[in-house]
RNA sequence: GCUGGCGUAGCUCAGUUGGCAGAGCAGCUGAUUUGUAAUCAGUCGGUCGUAGGUUCGAAUCCUAUCGCCAGCUCCA
C-alpha cells in the first residue's frame, strides 16, 4: 500500500542535508530518493529518515521543505529501530515454524528486543532458539520490503479477528485514538505497530537470541502466562561480538560466584533465601556494620534493638497483618496458645519505644536506628543470592519529627546517604519517587502532603529523578535509592519513607508547644537498606576487589621456602599490631602456587618474604592486580597503604 | 507463586541408544626447599538433590517433591 501524497502548491521542494547543504526535489519522493540524490551510498544503508526532526520510514514521501537527515543503524535512534525490526523479524520466523502462534507484544528493551508469544499447546525450547535465528536469516537473506501501511480501526479489527489474533484486537481496543492505526507487512507477516521500521529486512545482520521465559499477559499474575524470547541486535557483527563478550566478562562479577571464590558466604536448601556467612563474609559484613554504627551516630541517631518474635496483636494493630501478612513468618506456640509474628519490619517495636516516655516537641526529632534481623516470606523464585533473600539486617531507622520538620530530616538524610555511597565508591545511584499503591492506609491528604515533601527535597537538590507511580509502601510513599549489579539490574538499596499513619495507629504523641498531642511523623529510612543486598552490590561493583579497608585479610605473608619462616611470623606480629588484617602462609609450596592462591581470594597485598628480605629486614610488595611494588621496609609498605587509602 | 531450564566427588564439569559412576583441581601421603598466578608421584573421596514408578537392569525414561538459574509477578 503506498502513501497519500499530498498535493502541493509547488512541484519543488527544498531540502537540506546534515551539512546544511540544501537541494531541491520533486515533492512526493521519500525520504530515501531525496538522500540518494545526496549520497547514493548512505541511502542504501539508512535504516531511517530523521525528516523535520521526525523519525520516520526511509519510504515517506516528502511533501514540504525540510531538513532530511539519514537515521543510520550505529547511531542510537537506529539502533531501536534495527532491534524493533528484529523483533518482528523473530515474530516472524517463529510464527512460520511454530503454526497457529498468536502475538503480543514485542517491544525494544536495553540492548535488544523481545516478543511476547502464546504458541497454544506448543512449546519454545532452548534448543529451538537457534532453529528460528536460521528462519530468521533465510529470511534475512530475501531482502523482504517492509511495508507501512494506514488502516481503519475497523478494518485493523476485522483483519486479527479474522486470525484470531485477540492479543491484538485487545490492544486496538484500549487504543483510544481515532486516528489510522499503522500496520507493517513483510512477506505474509502483518503486525500492528508504530513503527518506524527498516525497508527491508536484509538490513538485519547482526543478532542472537538469547534465552525464554515466561510472562504474564499485560503484567498482570492473574492472566495468563505468555513466553517471551529476548534476543539481542546491533548495527554490525563486531558490535554484537563485543556485546556477547561484554556480557561473558559482566558474569565473572556474579557476587554468588565470587562469594564461592572468596569464601564469603553460602546458601543451601534447608534455609533458602537465608545466608550462611563463612569467616571472611562476616569480617566485610561487621566492617560494614561497624562503619554504618559510626556514621549513624555522627548523625544524632540513638541505636536501640527491639524482639524478633511479636505477638500478632502488635502487628493486627499495626496493620500488617492486613496489607503484608503474605510476606510474613509466624510461629504457633501451641502450649502457650499464641501466635507471635517474626518481624518483617521494625517499625512497630521503635513506635513501641518511642511510646515508653511522655515525649515533647523539644525531644523531636528523636531518631531511633537498629540493626534488627528481620525476615520477609518472598516468593521462592525471586530469591536471587544476597540481592533477594528472607532474613536481612537493614541498617535501619526511624525519626520521629514535626510535619514542619520533615523536608530538613529529608534532606539531611540524603546528604549522609551520598556522603556513604561515595566512599564505597559507588558514582551512580538511582532515585525514585514512588508514590501511594492501591493497597494503603491513610488520609488522602497525608498522602498529598508526604508526596509533596519528598519531591520538594530532590528537586532543591537538583537530584535527576523517576516517578514510580503507586509503588509507595502501605503506610507512606518513598524515595528509593537503587544500585545496579553487574548485569545492569537495577535493585533498591536505600529508602526514606513519610509515614502519617503508624503513629496514629499506635496512639503515640508528643506534646505541641501550645499543649496539644499531636501524632509525630515517622520517616523510616535505610541508607544501605539490607547490607545482604548492599554486599552483593558492593562485590559487583568491585569485582570481589573490595578497596583495603574492607577487604576481610588485607595482607598476605607468603615465604619462599622454610627457612624464612621465623622473619614471617614476627611480621604477621608487627602488622597484627598495627591492626592490619594478616594471614600468614608457610605452606610447602612454591611461590607461584602461593601467590596465584592468594590472588584469587583477592587479597590486595602481598608480601613475598624470601632469603633478599630475611637478610635485608625488608618485604617484597605484590598487589593483587599484580604491580610489583618493589622490596620495601615494613614502613615503607605501611606509608603505600596509608597514600592509597 | 508462575513459565522454561538445571541438579553427578569439597569445587569446575564429562558421562553416547538404559548395560560395572569418570576427569581436572582441592584434600591426604610422600618426594621436593622452591623467587612473583598452578612442582612431581601416589592415594582418598559419590545412595548421581529426595521419594516413588517403568524395566532383567535407571545418573540416563516417567511422576511427585525440594533447591538452584533466567525471566515474569512481587520486593530492600
Known sequence: MQHKIESTESNTIIITYSDHQTGTCKAGLTAQQAIAQYDAKLAKRMVAARVAGQVVDVHTPLTENAQVIPVMPNEADGLEILRHSCAHLMAQAISQLFPGTRLAIGPVIDNGFYYDVDCGEQVIKEEDLPRIEKCMRKLVAKQIPIERQLISRRQALDLFRGKDEHYKVEIIDQIEDDAPLVLYQQGEFIDLCRGPHVPHTGHLRAFKLQRLSGAYWRGDSDKVMLQRV??????????????????????????RGLAKKMDLFHLQGEAPGMVFWHPNGWK??????????????????????????VDVSLWKRSGHIDKFSENMFFVDQTNENRRY?????????????????????????????????????????????LLRVRN?????????????QIQQEVSDFLDLLQRIYKNFGFQKIIYRLSTRPEERIGLEESWDKAELALQTVLD????????????GAFYGPKIEFSLQDCLDRIWQCGTIQVDFCMAKRFDAYYIAKDGSKCPPVILHRAVLGTFERFIGILIEETAGLLPFWLAPVQVAVLTVSEKHHSYAEKLQEDLKKLDIRVKLDLRDHKIGYK???????????????GQKEVDTMQVSVRTQAGDHLGIMSIEGFLAHVKSCL
Request: with cysteine; glycine share 6%.
Open 230 to 255: 529476548y534476543g539481542t541486535a546491533w548495527a554490525d557483527k563486531g558490535a554484537l561480538q563485543d556485546y556477547l563478550d561484554k556480557l561473558e566478562q559482566a558474569k565473572v562479577r556474579d557476587h
Open 284 to 309: 566485610l559484613y561487621q566492617l560494614i556494620l561497624q562503619y554504618m554504627r559510626r556514621c549513624i551516630v555522627d548523625s544524632g541517631y540513638e541505636e536501640v534493638n527491639t524482639p524478633q518474635l
Open 341 to 385: 509474628a517474626i518481624k518483617p519490619m521494625n517499625c512497630p517495636c521503635h513506635v513501641q519505644l518511642f511510646n515508653q516516655k511522655l515525649r515533647s516537641h523539644r525531644d523531636l526529632p528523636l531518631r531511633l536506628a537498629e540493626f534488627g534481623s528481620c525476615h520477609r516470606y518472598e516468593p521462592s523464585g525471586t530469591l536471587h543470592g
Open 392 to 404: 536481612f539486617v537493614q541498617d535501619d531507622g526511624h525519626i520521629f519529627c514535626t510535619e514542619e
Open 460 to 471: 532543591n537538590k537538583g537530584i535527576a529523578w523517576e516517578l514510580c507511580e503507586g509503588e
Open 595 to 609: 601467590i596465584r592462591e592468594h590472588s584469587v581470594l583477592r587479597v590486595p597485598y602481598l608480601l613475598i618474604v
